[in-house]
């Protein structure tokens, strides 16, 4: 068999998803199959780069041992609650268990209508395809928890956005498609029995040890504000920005999920955003934290049932641990930024001066990913023109790096850079050449998508012969919106 199912989502009560086959595609040729992520999940994969598994990649053909699902969800989008969303254009064809023993799901994304496509074709157009590839690529190369891509086909239709595009399957790889919005489906239809079965199921999944806690449900909740706290502040790390952080969006095991209009920043400004839905703002970079705490409160309210029989003690239980968010997260954030100007520890004096360096970043209109990581190289060289001149004007900087200078002092410079090093990638997929890889791709070339995606594979190291890869766009290059292109 190409996947070795063990299928326990589809296991669960009729109440969790609609059974619904994928709809064939008309001529559909494999772009890229993912043979390391394959091998991992112990899948064969000759088979899979074969016809039949092509067949398999772009739902025309049913994989010996799977029960495609659309899976049911509800979502807080943009802040107003939807009870009803689902898989419309996404079909879950089964799960597996990989070499490393973790279950995973295998989901085709643009595969056809289902129960909950509403007005959406089910489909999907070639170019977020090729974005989600290789920006969930890109991060897994980071080192951030994120849905992988197991696969990339074109499939031959056209379907219809602004215009008429080419269409496209991706093949996604998640510890679990279960989101925030999973437990608000239930919670919204007051169905305890099976919101008690679906924390059941996530617990088993991604929270083991809950099961031994005084209180499972608490430490599930726990689990996830812990995961989600961490992987904001990842994000910020690198300059990310998700654009549509929806509790629908939200993944209950910590990984990235939903690569719609994300983007990198390229200069930093802490209001960045790039989707062009995203009128007010809401998922903004620096607003990131904060979102993902309000999302948090929404799987808090849904899982009260859980939490204590007396609702007093049950919204006592869910505060206490919405509280603790704050503080983990900007912990978080300390650490990570204060890595990233060489120093370990993120104690509140050095926050203050990566602080100070962002702002500097914002007024001299500098290149994030840039700045950082020419900071080390201005560290090991004593030469600071390599920084400098990432600034609109050198002046708004040269303060901040005789203070950060002074700091370094006692400290190990080998230690420094090197942590700076593998804290501030070269290499990040720029939102240009994300489009430029598109554009090509619409034309039936894969060259620069394939050229992109290798160089992003190793984020934080000296590639010659990728030189241009490293540079911020020009004005005339900068791709200033996002769009879901659902
Ligand atoms: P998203 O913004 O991608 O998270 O999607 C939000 C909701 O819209 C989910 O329920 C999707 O399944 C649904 N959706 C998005 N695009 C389509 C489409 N082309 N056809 C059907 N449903 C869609
Ligand atoms: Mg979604």
Known sequence: MPFPFDNTYARLPEAFFMAVDPTPVSAPKLIRLNHELAAELGLDVARLDSAEGVAILSGNQIAEGSVPIAMAYSGHQFGGFSPQLGDGRAILIGEVVGRDGVRRDIQLKGSGPTPFSRRGDGRSALGPVLREY????????????????????VSGDQVYREGMTPGGVFTRVAQSHIRIGTFQWFAARQDHDNLRVLADHAIDRHDPEARDAENPYLALLEGVIRRQAELVAHWMQLGFIHG?????????SGETIDYGPCAFLDIYHPAKKFSFIDQQG???????GPIAHWNLTRLAEALLPLLDDDQEKAVALAETALDAF?????NALQRRF???IGLEGGSASDWSLAETLLSAMDRGEADFTLVFRHLSDALETGNDEA??????????????????RSRMQGIDKDDAIALMRRTNPIFIPRNHRIEAAIQAGNQGNFEPFHRLHKVLQHPFSEQPGFAEYEAAPTPEEVVPATFCGT
């Open 326 to 330: 704050p503080a983990l997260h900007q």
């Open 282 to 288: 809401r998922y903004a970079f620096a607003n990131q």
């Open 244 to 252: 549509v952080m929806n509790t629908d969006n939200m993944s209950i």
């Open 338 to 340: 204060t890595a990233k």
């Open 134 to 153: 290789l920006v969930s690529e890109a991060m897994a190369a980071l080192g951030v928890p994120t849905t992988r891509a197991l696969a990339a086909v």
């Open 387 to 404: 920084v400098t001149s990432l600034f609109k004007q050198p002046e708004t900087i040269t303060a901040w790096l005789s203070v950060w």
